[in-house]
């Protein structure tokens, strides 16, 4: 869990003329495109009239070159747009193809030229080829690449996989824990998710904790390195997702993966117990994703919607554990012999052979397969098994609605996951036992880009976040322990020792940026306020967890001697994880020349520390004065 301590950061870089890859320069839903209007000669032109038109809603916007021939169009939804310059003694100058992402600078220089019979000077090359507006190092994924790359039907179902297909990006780190693999060498727990430029870290685990529907994202954009000012929370990748939006073509889809154990060649080890009759097929690995899609226009280039659901199924190989356990003979005698109702309750949950297996006999030296000794009675027992299925269900539900409006662009998101997993506790699974967990996770969000004029556009943004994950255990299983007996092969009955827990957490967010472009300079202030609502519940072993070395010892209700396994857990499993973050930055982009740009800025982090650490003033009884074991709650900086 993140506890703790202002941090404050300073970026400076200087960018040359080079940058290898696509840029970045704020993690949102939006991205900018600006650039600068030239002559033929390479001189600035001031005050030329520059239009910008998205091709897929026609919504429509305009500015006009600044003193030193710059233009700045942030908070643009990314997708196609036109560039159209006008300027007084020059021919018109029309730029279309030119492809804007989020959370990213395109950068698209004007060279005009001089008035003649022709009135306008077409380009359809898109954007500058070299990069000379930001130092960042990111990656881009389409809603092609997205489609295409066959990472996306797997068991662990995550656009954000596709880091690994970028440089300097490897997959998760061996022993360590996370998401979106390693970012520069970095832990996955390092790395900071968005989306549609909205936070989507789990408070306490510093994971993605809402899924979206592979189909229904327009691209994925990964910061690798170089930040802007605007970033923060994270030292890895920054992963920020942008969801579809309608356009003025009404669009439907619809798909299905699908992956069966019917389709793949046997294994060495699956072929081995086919030829020796252990089993008559391979092991059950079946997923599928069905889905569909619907877009389009409700106010021809004023309103638009999208939405998509999606069902994933997951079945792999049930498992089939063997045990000794008492036939109902031996079950008989044991109750006879327990020692009290608490031995008998515990016998009551023990799984019942239907045929005996061992030898009756008292005499020594015992046989490998005589029956147990319970107080020198031998005990009738045989084996058993249990089938417990493995399968995880899971729904993702996506809408969307964006609105265009005089000098607005409005933009609301609705999603939500729920996902489904049996969980049958110990090594020998029993129905009473099961455990079903259920993990939800519901978002809204809502974006208001204002153009308050040309050179000025404000980018307001707030999201409300309700995240569940439970555990639950009921009838028998709530005060059930987990116990083993060793010469019954070690049979292990009983609930999961982790269970039962829960956690949840609301998390509320406001944000707001600012940028001005004036001169050389393009500015860009603002930040974020996070407030976390998150109590959880977790003590493990609470139900005590009993290692017997025998049955006789479990009947005659003597101390579990069983080493390293015996546990009981003690105290209140409750913590609240209330908190309150905010983080303020500033950042200054100056344009010293077409092809040199300085980028500056200036960041502060808060995280405040979770309510629940208050309680480590219990801990301090336990200080050793003048060593650096001092249990105290953590200071806030």
């Known amino acids: 869990m993140k506890m703790g301590k202002a941090t404050l950061s300073v970026l400076l870089a200087i960018l040359l003329a080079v940058v290898f890859t696509a840029p970045a320069n704020a993690q949102s839903l939006t991205g900018t495109l600006r650039g600068v209007v030239l002559d033929q000669q390479g001189q600035v032109v001031p005050d030329a009239k520059v239009t910008l038109t998205n091709e897929?809603?026609?919504?429509?916007?305009?500015?006009?070159?600044?003193?030193?021939?710059?233009?700045?169009?942030?908070?643009?939804?990314?997708g196609d747009y036109k560039v159209k310059v006008e300027a007084k003694g020059f021919a018109n100058y029309l730029r279309t193809g030119i492809q804007v992402q989020s959370s990213q600078v395109t950068d698209v220089t004007v060279n005009l030229e001089v008035a003649t019979a022709t009135t306008t000077v077409v380009v359809e090359s898109g954007a500058n080829t070299v990069q000379t507006e930001s130092s960042q190092l990111s990656g881009t994924f389409d809603t092609k690449a997205i489609a295409d790359i066959p990472i996306q039907t797997g068991a662990f179902l995550s656009v954000l996989n596709l880091a690994a297909f970028l440089p300097n990006t490897t997959t998760q780190l061996g022993g360590t824990s996370g998401m979106g693999g390693s970012i520069g060498g970095l832990r996955g727990r390092e790395n900071s998710f968005s989306i549609d430029g909205t936070d989507n870290n789990d408070p306490t685990v510093t994971t993605a904790t809402q899924q979206v529907i592979p189909d229904s994202v327009q691209e994925l954009v990964i910061n690798q390195?170089?930040?802007?000012?605007?970033?923060?929370?994270g030292?890895?990748?920054?992963?920020?997702?942008?969801?579809?939006?309608?356009?003025?073509?009404?669009?439907?889809?619809?798909?299905?993966?699908?992956?069966?154990r019917a389709y793949d060649a046997p294994d060495n080890q699956e072929k081995d117990a086919i030829a020796s009759g252990a089993t008559n097929d391979k092991r059950r690995f079946d997923f599928n994703r069905v889905g569909g899609e619907i877009g389009g226009p409700l106010w021809k280039d004023k309103l638009f919607v999208y939405g998509a659901y999606e069902f994933n199924n997951l079945g792999q190989q049930a498992t089939a554990p063997a045990a000794l356990a008492p036939t109902s003979a031996g079950m008989t005698l044991l109750n006879g012999m327990a020692a009290d109702q608490p031995v008998k309750d515990l016998l009551a949950q023990f799984p019942v052979a239907t045929a005996e297996t061992c030898v009756e006999t008292t005499a020594a030296p015992l046989p490998a397969n005589a029956c147990p000794l319970v107080n020198g009675v031998p005990i009738p027992v045989g084996t058993v098994t249990s089938v417990a299925p493995s399968f995880t269900n899971q729904q993702d539900y996506i809408i969307n609605g964006d609105y265009n409006f005089s000098q607005h662009s409005l933009h609301g998101r609705y999603l939500k996951s729920r996902t489904r997993q049996p969980s049958f506790g110990a090594s020998f699974p029993e129905a009473q036992f099961a455990s079903f967990a259920a993990v939800d996770s519901r978002r809204v969000i809502l974006n208001d880009v204002w153009t308050a004029t040309p050179h000025l556009v404000n980018d307001f943004k707030a999201s409300f976040v309700r995240f569940g994950q439970f555990f639950p255990l009921s009838g028998v299983a709530e005060n059930f322990p987990t116990l083993t007996v060793d010469n019954l092969q070690s049979i292990t009955i009983g609930p999961n020792g982790n269970l039962p827990q829960h956690r949840a957490?609301?998390?509320?967010?406001?944000?707001?940026?600012?940028?001005?472009?004036?001169?050389?300079?393009t500015w860009k202030f603002g930040g974020q306020y996070y407030w976390f609502i998150s109590p959880s519940v977790f003590l493990q072993n609470q139900r005590g967890q009993y290692g017997y070395t025998s049955l006789n010892q479990l009947v005659n209700d003597q101390l579990p001697s069983k080493p390293n396994f015996t546990l009981q857990g003690l105290g209140n499993g409750f913590f609240s994880g209330n908190a309150k973050n905010f983080d303020l930055f500033v950042q200054d982009d100056i344009k010293l020349t077409s092809r040199l740009t300085l980028n500056l800025g200036l960041r502060y982090d808060f995280f405040g520390n979770p309510a629940g650490t208050k309680a480590n003033a219990l801990n301090s009884i336990a200080n050793l004065p003048g060593t650096p074991l001092q249990f105290n709650v953590p200071k806030e900086d």
């Not at 305009?62 to 021939?69: E, I, K, L, M, V």
């Not at 030292?235 to 069966?260: C, D, E, P, R, S």
């Not at 957490?505 to 300079?521: A, C, K, M, N, Q």
Request: charged share 10%.
């Open 235 to 260: 030292a890895g990748g920054q992963f920020n997702v942008i969801t579809k939006t309608g356009t003025n073509k009404l669009h439907f889809g619809a798909w299905l993966y699908n992956i069966n």
């Open 225 to 233: 390195n170089i930040y802007s000012a605007e970033y923060g929370r």
């Open 56 to 78: 897929g809603t026609g919504a429509e916007t305009a500015t006009t070159s600044s003193g030193a021939g710059t233009y700045n169009f942030p908070g643009l939804p990314s």
């Open 505 to 521: 957490f609301d998390e509320y967010t406001l944000g707001d940026s600012l940028s001005w472009t004036h001169g050389r300079h």
